[in-house]
């Protein structure tokens, strides 16, 4: 939906942006309900037409200095002219929306972004997903060191990688795990009424009911929606063979159960320094979006 279609607040209402956060099932979401689902015509950087994927990137990566919102609003209406008449809900999906770093892409300021979102899609509604912070950055070491270790022949191990972003002044992974300071961009820009939490671990826990629950959420039918929906799509954390693989070495002899997930729990001195920098955030969020958070690791 482009500003000029996206004034009336019935358009607005039948209009969702998934926001991620990265590792909290969005590829799940997209290819087993998002894009099955007949009521819903999805929006997101993997869909049918390349179009999408240029969009999005221009909202979230090209500087303000070569950003035009009328040629990415017209490339958006051109995009929806395909939007068939029984999707009565549309739905852009993009969890990079959410990332502060990474070393691919260009990230620019997520204020920035979230307006961008707001100017191409109108005052949709806001579903952002979130995870327990421990684990997500388990997931987020792992994808790294699969991709930039064996890339760069970086050795480091978990908490080494977690110590380094500690340390550092400059943005980092470990700025997404700002759930507050998110979650007060988007309601800022678009509206407290308008921004939904949902926590990635009600949806591994059981994802039918919270499939299910999802779809009467955006208003689209739900009985038949746990079967398109085939389950999360786990990346396993990285293993210890893989490990040996991205430091170019053998296993020694004596290593057991090399296809064993390599140990990604905090040390008491990593997990003391994130809980000073981040447990206020979470404990605001819960009073704030009115949602249980003391199961994570990092909440006090």
């Not at 939906?1 to 996206?6: E, F, Y």
């Not at 929306?97 to 949709?124: E, K, M």
Request: include cysteine; glycine fraction near 6%.
């Amino acid at each position: 939906m482009t500003q000029d279609t996206t004034h009336t607040r019935a358009a607005e209402d039948n209009t969702f942006i998934h926001i991620g956060l990265p590792k909290t099932a969005t590829t799940s979401l997209q290819r087993n309900l998002f894009s099955r689902h007949p009521e819903i015509f999805q929006f997101c950087h993997s869909g049918p037409d390349l179009r999408m994927k240029w969009a999005l990137k221009m909202i979230r990566g090209q500087d303000s200095l070569d950003y035009s919102q009328e040629r990415v609003s017209n490339l958006v209406k051109a995009i929806l002219l395909a939007r068939p008449p029984e999707a009565g809900r549309f739905l852009v999906s993009d969890e990079m929306s959410t990332i502060t770093w990474h070393p691919d892409y260009v990230c620019v300021d997520r204020t920035v972004v979230a307006q961008r979102l707001r100017d191409t899609f109108g005052n949709g509604r806001i579903l952002f997903f979130i995870r327990d912070p421990e684990r997500l950055l388990g997931s987020l070491y792992s994808e790294w060191m699969r991709w930039y270790g064996t890339k760069h022949f970086v050795d480091l191990a978990f908490n080494q990688w977690v110590e380094q972003l500690l340390n550092t002044r400059e943005t980092t992974w470990l700025s997404i795990l700002k759930y507050m300071d998110i979650f007060r961009i988007y309601t800022r820009i678009f509206g407290r009424d308008r921004v939904s939490v949902f926590k990635y671990e009600d949806l591994a826990r059981d994802n039918q009911a919270f499939i299910t629950s999802l779809c009467r959420f955006m208003g689209v039918e739900h009985t038949g929606a746990g079967e398109l929906f085939a389950g999360v799509r786990h990346r396993p954390l990285l293993t210890r063979e893989e490990l040996a693989r991205i430091r170019s070495s053998v296993l020694p002899p004596d290593c057991e159960n090399p296809s064993e997930p390599i140990e990604t729990r905090l040390t008491r001195l990593n997990r003391k320094r994130l809980v000073a920098r981040f447990a206020q955030g979470y404990q605001e969020l819960e009073n704030t979006a009115g949602i249980r958070l003391d199961e994570y690791g990092l909440y006090q």
